[in-house]
């Protein structure tokens, strides 16, 4: 079962995923409007499947307190970011889960080198960091907006003219050091239409409950939407790697985004297999003793062991 619930993820994912190695150009080569012939009935079905998924493969990461992982999800304003983790994660235990979303840095974080505020959040081993934007920031923002790049404090030598292909070299140094120390990385862009856009801002005019998160300069941003899909593409192209591959999952259908955001953590959390920890013959000799004690306290008329019976119940009945 398992074995064919991991097939279908693999098979749903697999156009999603970006190629180390090669030029992307988003308007060619991702449909934000791609939903793989699934209805949105069937939709609902998968990512409850998901959502079921995380919760079991999520006990087992955190049980065997060995590998970490860290899920970026970048995205355009209103490209669904905020729903997406919500949906996606509202079968998991949020001892387990840390969110952060970063954004303008502070001047205490302009004091440190750019990775450096991220850095502060990564997951600890049995957890799961989300960054609600990322690292990735340092390429896109930055780079559509030099005058944030000024306000780095960065010394004439580090802003020559390959400063971006350096951040790139940077950036994927620094997630094959997270790879290779066990830390799984998920990157995941929601790749949302212009017209998609337009629409998602007006209904926030529209509906006096989605008031609070609008913002007039999420409309003045669409003013360099050519310069973000060159930066997106430029990002992709150079930073989607064998260890930490990028996603571009088509955002136009909400839906669809959370099915595929899912499928991405499911998959890899499915490829770390982690287990639950096996325990040596001593521990288990104190599980015999602490059970017959327990058995004995057992009061009169009821079972020695309550679950046990239960359980055998349920076989009997299950004959």
């Known amino acids: 079962?398992?074995?064919?619930?991991?097939?279908?993820?693999?098979?749903?994912?697999?156009?999603?995923?970006?190629?180390?190695?090669?030029e992307v150009d988003?308007?060619?080569?991702?449909?934000?409007?791609?939903?793989?012939?699934?209805?949105?009935?069937?939709?609902?079905?998968?990512?409850?499947?998901?959502?079921?998924?995380?919760?079991?493969y999520q006990a087992r990461l955190a049980a065997q307190d060995t590998y970490g992982v860290l899920f970026c999800l970048q995205a355009l304003d209103a490209g669904g970011k905020d729903g997406t983790i919500r949906h996606v994660m509202s079968g998991i235990n949020p001892q387990g889960v840390h969110v952060s979303s970063f954004k303008v840095p502070s001047a205490e974080e302009l004091d440190h080198d750019y990775l450096w505020?991220?850095?502060?959040?990564?997951?600890a081993r049995g957890d799961i960091a989300v960054f609600n934007r990322s690292h990735y920031e340092e390429v896109l923002v930055v780079r559509v907006h030099p005058d944030v790049l000024d306000r780095q404090q960065l010394p004439p030598k580090a802003r020559g003219k390959g400063i971006w292909k350096r951040r790139y070299r940077e950036i994927?140094?620094?997630?094959?050091?997270?790879?290779?120390?066990?830390?799984?990385?998920?990157?995941?862009?929601?790749?949302?239409?212009?017209?998609?856009?337009?629409?998602?801002f007006l209904k926030r005019i529209d509906l006096p409950e989605k008031n609070w998160k609008f913002s007039a300069a999420d409309v003045r941003e669409r003013r360099y939407w050519d310069d973000y899909q060159r930066a997106f593409s430029e990002m992709l192209s150079a930073t989607s790697t064998k260890r930490a591959p990028w996603y571009v999952v088509p955002a136009d259908?909400?839906?669809?985004?959370?099915i595929c955001a899912?499928?991405?953590?499911?998959?890899?959390?499915?490829?770390?297999d982690p287990q639950y920890p096996v325990i040596g013959e001593r521990a288990r000799a104190d599980l015999r003793t602490a059970r017959r004690e327990l058995e004995e306290q057992a009061p009169e008329g009821a079972p020695a062991d309550p679950y046990a019976a239960e359980r055998d119940r349920r076989a009997r009945t299950e004959e």
């Not at 259908?253 to 959370?258: E, I, L, P, V």
């Not at 899912?262 to 770390?272: F, K, P, R």
């Open 172 to 200: 994927n140094d620094w997630e094959r050091h997270l790879t290779d120390n066990g830390f799984a990385v998920v990157k995941i862009f929601l790749n949302l239409s212009r017209e998609e856009q337009r629409t998602r």
């Open 117 to 123: 505020r991220y850095a502060r959040r990564l997951p």
């Open 253 to 258: 259908r909400k839906w669809f985004a959370r």
């Open 26 to 56: 988003l308007a060619r080569d991702y449909d934000p409007r791609y939903k793989a012939h699934l209805k949105k009935r069937e939709g609902r079905e998968l990512l409850a499947v998901g959502v079921e998924l995380l919760a079991e």
């Open 1 to 22: 079962m398992a074995d064919k619930r991991a097939e279908r993820i693999a098979r749903l994912i697999a156009p999603l995923r970006v190629p180390p190695g090669t």
């Open 262 to 272: 899912s499928a991405v953590l499911v998959h890899t959390l499915m490829e770390i």
